[in-house]
Every structure is written in C-alpha cells, then in structure tokens.
C-alpha cells in the first residue's frame, strides 16, 4: 500500500488542523494505520493508531485533543487536532500495517509510511 499524507500547516496555539492521508492500493480496510510523529532532534514517537476494527488508541500528551478515523470506502485516515500546542510542532507520517493489538504503538510494527506533512504550532 502506497500513502500520501498532507495537512500540514502553521497554525497558532489553541488552534485546529485537520491531516489525511490516503491510500492506494487494495486491502486498505485490513490494515491498521496509525499516525506517528518526528519533531526537530527527537525520535519518531506514535500519536494514534486505528485498527480494521476501527478500535483506536492514543498516545497520552494528545488524548482528548486528537482525534483518528478512517474512511474505508475512500482508502483515506484522517486525524483531527485541536488544542494544539507548540509541543505538537513536528513532522506527521502516516502509516499502515497488520500489527497484533499489544504491537499496535510500535514504529516497527509498520512497514509503509508515507513522506510526511510538516505540522507547525505556533504563537
């Protein structure tokens, strides 16, 4: 599976943006997407995850701020954010894999990631 990941923008604090990513290929709805992030001198870390189930994980810093949902009909992963903090500047990847629910937050758990969309945060 191919992805392609874009909303990325500059937004101010407390504000909102809306990233997609779609995919392209088949069997979209058996994969598990997730959503991680890499910010300037740091490690790529996991923000959410969605399985084919639909079940959803977070991780702790954007619980109840993010929010993943998928579109099987159109291939296609969206993340809602608000609240946004200048923590949250970084670049966002989206990514699709088969992981078993105790794997679901591990980077290696996805082998296809798309490039990246730059997510700036700022006052």
């Known amino acids: 599976v191919q992805l392609q990941a874009s909303g990325g923008g500059l937004v101010q604090i407390g504000g909102s943006l809306r990233l997609s990513c779609a995919a392209s290929g088949d069997s979209f709805s058996s994969y598990s997407m997730a959503w991680f992030r890499q910010a300037p001198g740091k490690e790529r870390e996991f923000v959410a995850a969605i399985r084919w189930t639909s079940y959803t994980a977070y991780a702790d810093s954007v619980k109840g701020r993010f929010t993943i949902s998928r579109d099987n009909a159109e291939n296609t992963v969206i993340l809602r954010m608000s609240n946004l903090k200048s923590e949250d500047t970084a670049v966002y990847y989206c990514?699709?894999?088969?992981?078993?629910?105790?794997?679901?937050?591990?980077?290696?758990?996805?082998?296809?990631w798309g490039q990246g969309t730059l997510v700036t945060v700022s006052s």
């Open positions: 990514a699709a894999g088969r992981p078993i629910a105790s794997t679901l937050r591990l980077l290696g758990s996805y082998p296809n």
